[in-house]
């Protein structure tokens, strides 16, 4: 049968058959591969059989959904690939597919390549891709930064120029927070072709746009004041 193996560095820490046809993954404890992370979104992926294949599929999760090194949407799974999801694993078997050969399955610490919210490594998969040819026209983006209005950070001007920004107390965070009892991440901002998003990273309520508080994700525009853990930050955008 075939099966998923959730592994934690290199610490196996559940076996799971595949015998249902959908099986999801993320940080709510309703998933049936249920991952404690604030790098997993709460319905981050899912498993799901179409004939007799396997495929996963992300969620629109905040991080992604990697498959051997390669950010995906939808994959078709063969034995042996590895599914990152924030810093876990999921290694894929199957007692009816041949192995891979061993330079196609090595994950050469994979998992310290592929950590998004806390290392400054996060964004070594996507810079690996293959890139398009574009026009000039296309080249040009709109970039996005945070000026602080209120309270008391190491700089006065945050340029968004990550895919993820982190804001909290964590020595990682690109945005620090100061404070005995702010969280160490408390939002982040994801960086999109179509503009930017912030959600709460811890899922409480404490992050308001413009003096509302606000659930799950929220598209930023240009203007808006983001208050979070006790700072103010304006949201500017710019032409690259």
Do not use: W
Not at 9 to 19: C, F, G, Q, S, T
Not at 112 to 117: C, F, P, Q, V
Not at 145 to 174: C, H, P, Q, W
Not at 200 to 212: E, F, Q, R
């Amino acid at each position: 049968m075939d099966k998923i193996l959730l592994k934690f560095k290199e610490a196996v820490l559940k076996e799971m058959p595949l015998d249902k046809e959908v099986i999801t993954i993320g940080r709510k404890p309703t998933n049936d591969v249920h991952v404690d992370n604030l790098a997993v979104s709460g319905s981050h992926a899912r498993i799901f059989k179409k004939g007799d294949q396997y495929y996963i599929e992300d969620l629109n999760s905040l991080n992604g959904t990697f498959v051997n090194g390669k950010k995906i949407s939808v994959h078709v799974l063969v034995n042996s690939d590895v599914i990152i999801i924030g810093k876990h694993t999921l290694t894929y078997t199957s007692d009816t597919q041949a192995p891979k050969k061993a330079e196609e399955t090595k994950e050469k610490d994979m998992m310290d390549e592929t950590i998004l919210i806390d290392s400054k490594l996060k964004d070594q998969i996507l810079s690996n891709a293959p890139k398009a040819e574009v026009s000039h026209e296309e080249a040009k983006e709109l970039k996005g930064g945070m000026v602080v209005i209120d309270g008391s950070t190491e700089k006065s001007d945050y340029e968004l120029t990550d895919r993820i920004t982190t804001i909290g107390k964590d020595k990682n965070a690109a945005i620090k927070l100061k404070g005995l009892f702010a969280p160490k991440v408390a939002a982040l901002i994801n960086k999109r072709k179509d503009g930017y998003t912030i959600s709460s990273a811890t899922g409480s309520k404490g992050l308001k746009i413009n003096g509302k508080e606000v659930e799950g994700q929220y598209k930023l525009q240009e203007g808006d004041i983001v208050d979070v853990g006790g700072l103010k930050l304006q949201f500017y955008l710019k032409e690259d």
